[in-house]
């Protein structure tokens, strides 16, 4: 079978792909925020020996990371609004949807660099009459800081792929546009081939980032 290639349709719609690539960035830089402010206070209550912190800790990152995100978002956006009467825009859906979904995901990862650090430097800090909020604050999280930016950048990187989930709700980020575009210029191989590629642009940078910030840190060892 011949397929007669034609870019040109790109370059016609290029404004929608640029719409749709600030909708992704934009959703991806609201997630990563709260998703990594919110995964350090879950990470640090699920390390923690008080059952009050850790237990509900240890169930909303289990539940989040054991349900697809696709079904939290739908959830989010048609459920919540029937129990609770909280009605949300499709984007503010799912921004909460993503964030809740990154935050666990990051809580799992800073507990995973606060576990990293040395016992004994736990015992060296109370020895000499540290709190534990001055062990945490000088000591344990500078150093678990250093060590999570790797996998930090990975689940950014796969934050970025998770955002085509909202197209699901009409939110017009690059998926939902090249739909869109799909459905008006019968032409899917060129629309996706594109989409692929300006995906590849947004997150191969990160992936070298975190490369980056892994070999530097191996030989600061």
Not at 34 to 55: C, E, M, P
Not at 90 to 100: D, E, H, K, P, T
Request: with cysteine; net charge positive; glycine share 4%.
């Amino acid at each position: 079978m011949h397929y007669t290639w034609n870019f040109a349709v790109i370059w016609t719609y290029r404004d929608a792909f640029v719409r749709g690539a600030a909708a992704t960035v934009e959703l991806t830089f609201y997630t990563v925020l709260i998703g990594a402010t919110l995964g350090l206070f879950v990470g640090l209550a699920r390390d923690s020996r008080n059952k009050v912190l850790s237990f509900p800790a240890t169930v909303f990152i289990e539940i989040f990371r054991s349900t697809p995100a696709l079904v939290q978002l739908v959830w989010i956006y048609y459920c919540l609004p029937i129990l609770t009467g909280l009605t949300f825009s499709a984007f503010v859906s799912v921004l909460i949807g993503l964030s809740l979904h990154t935050t666990a995901y990051m809580g799992e990862i800073f507990r995973g660099g606060i576990r990293s650090i040395d016992r004994g430097q736990y015992y060296a800090a109370m020895s000499i009459g540290m709190t534990h909020a001055q062990l945490m604050r000088r000591i344990v999280l500078p150093q678990a800081a250093r060590r999570v930016i790797p996998p930090f950048m990975n689940e950014l990187a796969n934050l970025v792929k998770l955002t085509t989930l909202a197209s699901v709700l009409a939110v017009q980020e690059l998926q939902y546009q090249a739909a869109n575009l799909i459905t008006q210029t019968f032409r899917p191989l060129e629309i996706f081939t594109f989409l692929a590629v300006m995906f590849a642009v947004i997150i191969y940078p990160l992936t070298l980032i975190a490369r980056y910030a892994e070999n530097y840190y191996e030989r600061k060892k």
